[in-house]
């Protein structure tokens, strides 16, 4: 890409390189404003293919299809490259068009991708048979060397979960459920859902912990709005006073004990006030109301 940008007016390649940096970094995240940036990019830089394959992936990110394989088919002719044909296909498929994603895959430029663009193609042309409702074809389809390998590459995981998928899908459950698991076993990152798929077949429910406290009822016959309004309030206040009338009388005490020594002959200890008793008597039935 940089060496492509190099073809432009210095200032102008690098408004467009931060437009292109910030489609990068916002496609995931935030597809739309990626996308206004890849048509900034557009505008100022057409003929630049690093720039018409962004402006391509920022429309199929935000599901702008005719879009997208327009901008894929600009950046083909301009490089010659075929490594974009699986994403093209892809857009046939979000055109409602399956039958053109598979006829893509039987073409010639299939055979000239590399391993990963030659899985993804697989990926797609099943996407596409069970677009048309062939379920079984698409369990054939996705059968394959790769799927069989031990070995984990980064496209084993989308490729087992594709492949878990189509066997639920059918009906094959047993047999979807081991596909999950080994899809587990290689999405280290955590790409897929295969995880929360398991479990749903395993019958286990997630309960969200964030209970509607409105529904709840405390003691039967009264819910928990009306306690929070009245009684467990009070009682939370009641305690707070208990235990701030503990404190008072044992500052008090820690008082006492800092300020006299009980080995020096002039120490008297000082006469408990009428508040200090007060405070006392308080402890002292807080704690029979405890008992």
Do not use: H
């Not at 068009?97 to 030659?118: F, H, I, T, Y």
């Not at 009264?222 to 009245?230: K, N, R, S, V, Y």
Request: with cysteine; net charge negative.
């Amino acid at each position: 890409m940089r060496q492509e940008l190099l073809s432009l007016p210095k200032g102008l390649a690098e408004e467009v390189s931060k437009n292109l940096v910030m489609v990068a970094r916002l496609i995931d995240e935030d597809p739309e404003q990626a996308y206004a940036y890849s048509r900034i990019a557009l505008r100022l830089a057409s003929r630049v293919a690093a720039v018409r394959e962004a402006a391509g992936f920022a429309a199929y990110a935000t599901q702008k299809y005719s879009e997208a394989l327009a901008e894929f088919r600009a950046a083909k002719r301009m490089t010659g490259s075929v490594e974009l044909w699986p994403v093209m296909a892809d857009c046939e498929r979000g055109l409602g068009r399956p039958e053109r994603a598979l006829a893509m895959a039987g073409e010639p430029e299939v055979q000239k991708l590399d391993k990963a663009g030659q899985v993804e193609m697989r990926l797609v042309a099943a996407g596409a048979r069970r677009d048309q409702g062939q379920l079984e074809a698409a369990i054939v389809t996705l059968q394959s060397p790769e799927l069989a390998s031990s070995s984990i590459q980064p496209w084993t995981a989308r490729l087992r979960y594709a492949y878990a998928d189509a066997l639920l899908a059918a009906g094959r459950e047993d047999e979807a459920r081991e596909w999950f698991g080994k899809t587990l076993e290689a999405d280290k990152d955590g790409a897929t859902d295969a995880s929360d798929r398991l479990a749903e077949l395993d019958g286990v429910e997630f309960v969200d912990a964030a209970v509607d406290l409105a529904d709840v009822d405390v003691d039967g016959d009264a819910d928990l709005d009306g306690d929070l309004e009245g009684g467990i309030d009070d009682e939370d206040d009641d305690e707070d006073d208990e235990d701030a009338a503990e404190v008072a009388a044992a500052e008090r005490a820690s008082d006492v004990a800092e300020y006299y020594d009980e080995d020096d002959e002039e120490y008297e200890p000082l006469e408990q006030s009428t508040a200090d008793a007060d405070v006392d008597d308080a402890v002292q039935d807080s704690g029979r109301d405890r008992a």
